[in-house]
C-alpha cells in the first residue's frame, strides 16, 4: 500500500497563476483533510471531507477551493496564487471517527511545497 | 475556539540527556496525539492517548494525558541523534461536529547533538 500520496512535490508559481494539487489514499478511509504548514505557525487546515462528494471549510480556507468526486481522492484548487499561498501543503486521511473514545489518528502525505513569486 | 500551547518552541541537547516537551490548554480533548515530522517529510502518528491520566511508554519515549484531558507530555530519556525532529501534539475536538478535526499545536523543534 503506497498509502497517501501527493503531487506534484514542488512547484513555483506566478501571482495570478492557478493549479491543483492531488492527494490520494489507497485506504478507503472516509475523511481527508488539506492543511497548509507555516514556520511558527504550525498545521492549519484548510478545507476537509467526511465522503465521497461533501467538503467542508476548515480554518483558514480563503482562497482555496477543493472537490471530493471519488473517495480515494482530494483535490486542492488555488484559482489565482498569491505570495501568501506560498507553503508547504499537506493531505491526510483517517478512518471515521467514533462516538466516544474518539481516536482521530491521521495518516499524512509527503507535502507539496509550493512558491507563489 | 480551542488552542494548543506547545513548549518549549525549540530544545538543543547532547545525545544521553532527557528532555520534556509540554502540551497544554484551557480546554478539554477527547483524544491527544503525538506526531513526529522530519525534514521533508509529512507527520508521522507516535501515539494516542484517550484516557485522564493515562501513561503509555515506547521505547525511550513516555507520553501522559493530564487528568482532566486538557494537558499533555512527552518524556524521552537519554536522547538520541535519531530523535531529532518536530514533535507536534494533537487534540481531539469534543464537540459532536468534529467530524475527525485535530486542533495542532505549532510544534517543538528537538536537536539531538551526538
Known amino acids: 500500500n503506497a498509502g497517501v500520496t501527493q503531487t506534484p512535490k514542488f512547484r513555483v508559481l506566478k501571482t495570478g497563476q492557478s493549479m491543483t494539487l492531488l492527494c490520494a489514499q489507497d485506504?478507503?478511509?472516509?475523511?481527508m483533510y488539506w492543511y497548509r504548514q507555516d514556520p511558527g505557525m504550525g498545521l492549519r487546515l484548510i478545507h476537509y471531507?467526511?465522503?465521497?462528494?461533501?467538503?467542508a471549510k476548515g480554518e483558514v480556507p480563503d482562497g482555496y477551493n477543493v472537490s471530493r468526486l471519488k473517495k480515494q481522492n482530494f483535490l486542492l484548487g488555488l484559482e489565482s496564487a498569491a505570495p501568501s499561498q506560498t507553503s508547504v501543503y499537506f493531505c491526510?486521511?483517517?478512518?471515521?471517527?467514533?462516538?466516544?473514545?474518539?481516536?482521530?489518528?491521521?495518516?499524512f502525505g509527503p507535502g507539496t511545497r509550493l512558491t507563489v513569486l | 475556539t480551542q488552542l494548543l500551547e506547545q513548549s518549549p518552541q525549540f530544545l538543543s541537547i547532547q545525545e544521553g540527556e532527557n528532555l520534556t516537551v509540554y502540551c497544554n490548554s484551557s480546554?478539554?480533548?477527547?483524544?491527544l496525539q503525538w506526531y513526529r515530522q522530519e525534514p521533508g517529510e509529512g507527520p508521522v502518528l507516535l501515539v494516542t492517548?484517550?484516557?485522564?491520566?493515562e501513561v503509555k511508554k515506547l521505547k525511550r519515549l513516555t507520553f501522559q494525558f493530564g487528568d482532566a484531558r486538557k494537558d499533555s507530555s512527552l518524556h524521552i530519556t537519554a536522547a538520541q541523534p535519531g530523535d531529532t525532529g518536530l514533535y507536534l501534539c494533537?487534540?481531539?475536538?469534543?464537540?459532536?461536529?468534529?467530524?475527525?478535526?485535530?486542533?495542532f499545536g505549532k510544534g517543538t523543534k528537538l536537536s539531538v547533538k551526538p
Open positions: 492517548v484517550v484516557t485522564g491520566g
Open positions: 471531507s467526511v465522503g465521497e462528494g461533501t467538503t
Open positions: 485506504m478507503n478511509h472516509e475523511y
Open positions: 491526510a486521511s483517517s478512518y471515521s471517527a467514533k462516538t466516544g473514545a474518539v481516536n482521530n489518528e491521521q495518516f
Open positions: 494533537a487534540g481531539g475536538r469534543v464537540d459532536g461536529g468534529s467530524q475527525g478535526n485535530l486542533i
Open positions: 480546554s478539554v480533548f477527547s483524544s
